[in-house]
């Protein structure tokens, strides 16, 4: 059966860095999964990210997604795989600023022409109606994203992670800002979108108080053996 | 289309940057377009001070001399020519006009010229402007003057004005002055933008009776008794130079061949636009002067743009690590960041072309009557078109500069840029 990631043999070492930050000899997450990847900061998690995004290229090993290789792959081709099949939610949201919520949200199908193509562009309007009701945010989508709160802009990024259907969403800490209450709020909302859009989530923090949540919890420190 | 939305958006962020870059671009644009308007028209100008004139005729000498001296009003003639032999080429057939031109008396600092009245029928300047009178009339009696428009604008003279020359065109007190024969006023030229504004005409006549001892019926400054008896008693001797023209161009070089190797006297005929081609010429490297120091400013403008841009790269860094991270690639973000500097460029563009246009509008009279500085031709000219395009392709280039850095820094980043 395919995984949905696959690594075998892993290592990445920062080009000024004296030792590698990441050595994972395996790892594999199943399609339909939720996990938890917890690691102290500095631990790697954010270049584990990276590297899965295929912004970053390991210098060692198979880094598999959806069966296809992305280590194998030119810079083209990475850009292009993770605007089709990868969705990115930033610690701070890293919404563009002088774009509306709509036009932040419409970002990846505009920039990715795959992206484009899973959806029915001539219903684009109706998908994000969609998604922003079910966030929450549908009254503010002709808004600015700076007058939006905290709470509302990490909506706006989920929102623009999910639209065009991606298989996996990649989430790095983002309800680090948020209360408790918030936090599993927001968390109950993100499964439930992502059950509904059919996408995996692979959501690193180092906040153990929400992995409960999760259907699987990975520790970096596991997974990551870097010999000294 | 989204880069565009991009493009657009996120300029209208860095307003107050963008606003300066493109100022400075407009600007560059500006000064380049207004030098090299300046030098066309510099040119045009100098070249066409005399046209429809075929021959210029004076006394040997060197040509450049001899159009200083007629058309300039610079310098002095050594010698004049005998009245005699401009009557006698006047007659040759392939003449159509002359215009006789005396040189000699100056009047503060400005040139008395005696001509006759074909002066006022004959010559043209720039294509086909001929003098015209800004009031009064040209001169009938003999102690009647008409004086150009810079004369009369310096001296503040009206119609009417009695005034005095002197021998020369030196300023200083020392040079004997015709006090006892004061000439009035009879006319005003228009501005013509040329050398003719800074001359007083008077009748050939006259000229020459400046130089004659006053006789008994004068009686100094108040004597206003222009009776025309006077004029027949005095014969003139000489001109300094005359203006020609022939009846068809072909018989120009021909006459002029005839003249160089007249037998009563050494004359020399030259052909005013060569030698004023030739003037010019000499002159090209203050036109080259003005093309550098334009072209520097214009650099000065990219780096302006190029500071703007590169400067702001630092502030964008998160902005280029969101737009890679939803998919965006490095192709799209060096696209959008070259797409930008166009877009900056080409509004500094547009914006020089509608400011030096709407300064040229503004200021073309004024500049016209204060300077005498004729802005012919077209808005435009190919060299001007050349220069705009390659302008536009400049600043595309620079572009390319902080673009390929920012897909170093997009690289190098990652998507940890998190501030």
Same mark, same amino acid.
């Given at each position: ?228 | ?56 005729? !004076? ?88 004086? !150009? ?24 007190? !020392? ?39 006053? *006789? ?114 490095? *192709? *799209? ?73 920012? *897909? ?5 980043? !990652? ?5």
């Amino acid at each position: 059966m395919e995984h949905l990631i696959d690594i075998q043999g892993l290592k990445y070492r920062y080009q000024t860095a004296q030792q590698e930050t990441l050595a994972i000899s395996e790892f594999r997450v199943e399609k339909g999964e939720s996990i938890f990847l917890y690691g102290p900061s500095g631990s790697g998690k954010t270049t584990l990210l990276e590297i899965l995004a295929g912004i970053l290229k390991p210098q060692k090993g198979v880094v598999k997604i959806l069966g296809q290789d992305l280590s194998a792959k030119s810079e083209t081709e990475r850009d292009q795989f993770r605007g089709e099949h990868l969705g990115y939610i930033f610690q701070n949201f890293n919404l563009i600023p002088y774009l509306s919520v709509r036009e932040n949200i419409e970002l990846p199908i505009r920039l990715s022409a795959r992206r484009r193509s899973r959806i029915d562009f001539g219903k684009l309007e109706n998908i994000i109606s969609d998604i922003c009701d079910r966030l929450g945010i549908l009254s503010v989508l002709d808004r600015r994203v700076t007058e939006l709160s905290i709470g509302q802009q990490q909506r706006v990024a989920v929102a623009r992670a999910l639209v065009g259907q991606p298989d996996l969403i990649l989430a790095d800490e983002p309800t680090s800002s948020l209360d408790m209450d918030h936090r599993e709020k927001f968390l109950n909302l993100l499964f439930d979108l992502c059950k509904q859009y059919g996408a995996s989530l692979l959501f690193v923090s180092h906040d153990r108080s929400i992995q409960h949540m999760f259907s699987r919890t990975v520790f970096l420190s596991d997974i990551n053996k870097i010999t000294p | 289309m989204v880069f565009l939305n991009l493009a657009l958006k996120s300029l209208k962020n860095r307003m107050y940057t963008s606003l300066l870059t493109v100022l400075a671009i407009a600007l560059s644009v500006v000064l380049l377009l207004a030098v090299e308007r300046a030098r066309r028209a510099a040119e045009d100008g100098f070249t066409q001070t005399i046209s429809q004139t075929d021959l210029i005729v !004076g006394a040997r000498t060197g040509p450049v001399e001899l159009i200083l001296y007629t058309v300039f009003n610079i310098g002095n003639a050594s010698h004049n020519i005998s009245y005699t032999t401009y009557q006698e080429i006047k007659k040759h057939p392939a003449v159509e006009w002359t215009i006789p031109y005396s040189l000699g008396d100056g009047h503060h600092g400005f040139r008395v010229v005696g001509t006759n009245l074909d002066f006022f029928n004959h010559y043209r300047f720039r294509g086909n402007s001929k003098i015209e009178l800004a009031e009064g009339k040209v001169f009938s009696g003999l102690w009647d003057v008409v004086v !150009g428009a810079d004369v009369a604008k310096k001296l503040k003279y009206k119609i009417g004005d009695k005034i005095v020359v002197a021998h020369g065109v030196t300023r200083t007190e !020392g040079v004997h002055k015709h006090d006892d024969k004061p000439f009035t006023i009879v006319g005003l030229m228009a501005a013509t933008g040329t050398a003719l504004d800074q001359s007083l005409y008077v009748s050939l006549e006259a000229i020459e009776g400046l130089h004659k001892e006053p *006789q008994d019926e004068h009686h100094g400054e108040d004597d206003h008794d222009h009776n025309h008896h006077e004029e027949s008693q005095i014969k003139i001797e000489s001109v300094t130079a005359f203006f020609l023209r022939t009846k068809s161009r072909i018989e120009t070089l021909q006459l002029q061949r005839e003249i160089n190797t007249y037998k009563d006297e050494p004359l020399l005929a030259i052909i005013p636009g060569v030698t004023l081609n030739e003037l010019w010429r000499s002159l090209s490297y203050l036109e080259n002067v003005l093309k550098v120091i334009s072209w520097l400013v214009v650099g000065i403008g990219f780096m302006a743009m190029l500071i703007a841009l590169t400067t702001s790269l630092n502030e964008r860094r998160r902005e280029m690590a969101i737009l890679r991270a939803i998919g965006g690639s490095t *192709q *799209q973000i060096l696209f959008l960041l070259i797409f930008e500097s166009t877009l900056l460029t080409l509004s500094g563009v547009t914006l020089g072309i509608l400011v030096s246009m709407a300064v040229i509008t503004v200021m073309r009279p004024w500049l016209e009557v204060e300077f005498g500085f004729y802005l012919v031709g077209s808005a435009f000219s190919r060299s001007e078109m050349i220069y705009l395009a390659f302008i536009l392709l400049a600043g595309v280039l620079v572009g390319f500069i902080p673009a390929l850095r920012a *897909q170093k820094i997009s690289l190098k980043d !990652g998507l940890s840029v998190n501030t």
